[in-house]
């Protein structure tokens, strides 16, 4: 009889300790991207709520949009797991003899990086324009071009919404673009911190660097 | 049920050991001294000073530094998809100068930054990035030396 229940106890501590392992084990990206999407769907909740006309054909719109976004993540936290279970990468025809140990190889991380900035740029396009926010984030961004210490970066398009702005750049690939990039961003740290980008090679070398500027702070994963 | 008692207290204790170790594999951490950073500009050599444990601009006027960010991203972590920082600076200028963490790909192309102020210290600071990806910080010093760049401790 003691026995029995010893054992009984015994099994019961084992499963909930199982759990606890379980979920230290978990990525701790998942749970924190999990939690960090709320903030965004609340936000279009309460806009939503707010009054804004929004019609069916919209609503749809933007839950396609969401879909696409949603998938975009999946398809980067799947990495991950994949490493996991594969061992090795997915990539056939990988670029190094290093990168096909890994078990994420260089295009792996090519197309990561595309899903993401998929995402943003989804995100992006579901803000509504708040005007004011706009033309102080616009006006923010041309006083960086227009730094001393930036020199001359000209910029094709800029497109500030509610939560971040898309700025279009020309690099000539002569070097100075990427000499002054960096102290670009380093001007705007303060009023669009967060910053992902979306480099499109063109004919002649040079290229089209699409930058998303955020005002929200990356979260750092949990430890 | 002294035997019974027993085999509980070694289930937990066996177990909560394991759970231990396993948050040990997370816990890996490279701490640099901020001493790594070096000028942005070629032009401002001679203004930036050293200190065992840091960088400072001895310039009249602020200068901006660069700082390698070593990383051994370990492939089957989640860590590996994304940089962390916890930089350590001091600014008693009593004005704000700001710091960019980038990430750039193996082919330099830019990838994305976060930015942060010098003086905010102990915050940790994250941008996203790929098993491949290499990172650093641009800052922009204080003049005169009133502010420097202590540690940088990846995570």
Redesign the interface.
């Known amino acids: 009889m003691?026995?029995r229940?010893?054992?009984l106890?015994?099994v019961l501590?084992?499963g909930l300790?199982?759990c606890?392992?379980y979920l230290?084990?978990r990525?701790?990206?998942?749970v924190d991207q999990g939690a960090s999407r709320l903030p965004a769907a609340q936000q279009r909740v309460m806009a939503l709520a707010g009054g804004a006309v929004v019609t069916n054909v919209a609503d749809i719109a933007a839950l396609r949009e969401e879909v696409a976004s949603l998938r975009a993540e999946l398809l980067?936290q799947r990495?991950?797991l994949g490493?996991?279970t594969s061992g090795h990468g997915t990539s056939q025809n990988s670029a190094s003899a290093d990168?096909g140990s890994?078990?994420?190889t260089?295009e792996?991380?090519?197309r990561?990086?595309q899903a993401?900035v998929a995402a943003v740029d989804s995100e992006f396009r579901r803000q509504i324009i708040d005007p004011t926010w706009s033309a102080a984030a616009s006006s923010a961004i041309r006083g960086a071009l227009n730094n001393d210490?930036v020199g001359g970066i000209q910029a094709d398009n800029i497109d500030c919404r509610s939560q971040s702005c898309r700025v279009e750049l020309h690099d000539d690939g002569s070097g100075h673009f990427?000499k002054s990039?960096?102290?670009f961003?380093?001007?705007?740290?303060?009023t669009?911190?967060?910053?992902?980008?979306n480099?499109i090679p063109q004919p002649g070398g040079g290229s089209t660097?699409i930058l998303y500027l955020s005002r929200q702070?990356?979260?750092?994963?949990a430890? | 049920m002294k035997f019974g008692t027993s085999l509980a207290l070694a289930l937990v204790m066996g177990v909560l050991s394991l759970s231990g170790l396993s948050t040990g594999v997370y816990a890996s951490q490279v701490n640099s001294q901020g001493n790594m950073c070096k000028n942005y500009d070629a032009a401002d050599a001679t203004f930036i000073d050293y200190f065992v444990y840091g960088t400072r601009n001895l310039a009249t006027v602020d200068k901006a530094v660069i700082c390698p960010i070593v990383r051994v991203p370990t492939v089957l972590l989640s860590a590996a998809y994304s940089i962390t920082v916890v930089f350590d600076g001091v600014d008693s200028s009593g004005q704000s100068h700001p710091c960019t963490l980038y990430s750039y790909d193996t082919d330099g192309t830019f990838l994305g930054s976060q930015g942060f102020l010098l003086g905010g210290s102990s915050i940790p600071t994250s941008v996203n990035a790929t098993l491949w990806s290499t990172a650093s910080v641009l800052c922009i010093l204080p003049a005169n030396g009133q502010g420097y760049i202590r540690t940088i401790d990846l995570y």
Do not use: C, K, M
């Open positions: 003691q026995l229940r010893a054992t106890i015994g501590i084992l300790v199982s606890f392992a230290r084990l990525s701790p990206g998942d980067g990495r991950p490493a996991l990168a890994s078990p994420q260089r792996d991380a090519a990561d990086h993401r210490a990427a990039l960096p102290l961003a380093l001007q705007l740290a303060g669009l911190p967060n910053v992902t980008a480099t660097v702070v990356e979260a750092a994963p430890r």
